[in-house]
């Protein structure tokens, strides 16, 4: 899922390297690096959980939470595949009531 964001998100707007700054950021382990890597591309972290970032020409950039940190809440593969059977088996037992 976050792959998917890095690849798609530099087409909605904003510099690639702006994006790659963030990117690096974001990836790294160490806050100071992190600081340091945003300091040095002239990125202003606006919201304290850095959603919300803009560069040196106030070009704004958004960043989803999935992005900032691991999910905890997120199913994968088969568990995902049988979360969605079992809603989608809640849904019509509901419109089946309704009927």
Known sequence: MR?????T?????GDKAMWDAIKAACQ???MATS?????TAGIIVARH????VYDERGVKYELPKYVLCEPSNLLQGEAAEQQQQLEMAQRQQQQQAVA
């Open 3 to 7: 792959d998917e964001f890095w690849d």
């Open 35 to 39: 600081r340091l890597i945003l300091e």
């Open 28 to 30: 790294s382990d160490d």
């Open 9 to 13: 998100q530099p087409h909605y707007g």
């Open 49 to 52: 959980d850095m959603t919300v």
